[in-house]
């Protein structure tokens, strides 16, 4: 059941109309309500990272958790990094745990450190629906983050519904069609046709306008 990009273009052209214009580059957001889910079940457990086919033009912050040349590599891209050391150092320190958890959109931790990420970042992650993703220590960083930088959590929380930034407002339409299609297909192909309800896509500090299924 793919969506028809005519009636995703009206809907994203009212939706960028929608509401007065805020002082800051708003987000382009797409909402999937879903039906006939048991939240409690293991189909509640979605999640799945979406690349979208065109990066926002608002870029996340990314923060990498590593050390030895990864994390040398990361610094000469000006990232965000922590160390091992710097890591260590945070345990028991709630402040220092939640400045990670509100300021890094994405965490890319070196394998090996995995488990001490969970440990000592996990509380300050977790309620706040951040996830650390697992990277090698011999990866391409620059590749990684250049994914990353166009890559979207598509993902049931605590209600039946996806939702997720798709791009912003002062994208191109055709890119946010693109976009719009990729998060949708990845829900469809996962969840099932019959169990979405409604799709609607709005501006941050905007109103939801519905993109009618066909």
Request: charged fraction near 25%; proline fraction near 5%.
């Amino acid at each position: 059941m793919p969506l028809d990009n005519e009636i995703i273009k009206g809907a994203v052209d009212k939706a960028k109309t929608l509401g007065r214009q805020r002082k800051f580059k708003q987000s382009i957001e797409l909402i999937i309500a879903l039906k006939d889910i048991n939240m409690k079940s293991n189909e509640a457990k979605f999640r799945e990272v979406v690349y979208l086919p065109h990066s926002p033009t608002k870029e996340p912050n990314i923060c990498i958790v590593a050390s030895g040349d990864l994390l040398l590599e990361a610094k000469k891209l000006g990232l965000r990094t922590i160390s091992r050391e710097e890591l260590n150092a945070m345990k028991g320190n709630k402040k220092a745990t939640r400045a990670v958890g509100n300021s890094c959109d994405w965490i890319l931790v070196s394998s090996d450190l995995m488990g001490l990420v969970g440990s000592i970042l996990g509380p300050a992650l977790g309620p706040r629906g951040k996830v650390p993703i697992a990277i090698s220590p011999k990866s391409n960083i620059t590749d990684i983050v250049n994914n990353y930088k166009r890559a979207v959590w598509a993902r049931l929380r605590n209600e039946p519904q996806v939702q997720c930034r798709v791009g912003t407002e002062d994208m191109k339409n055709e890119d946010l069609i693109e976009n719009i299609n990729a998060v949708f297909n990845t829900v469809e192909s996962k969840i099932g046709a019959a169990k979405i309800a409604k799709v609607y896509v709005k501006k941050t500090m905007g109103v939801p306008v519905e993109i009618a299924l066909r």
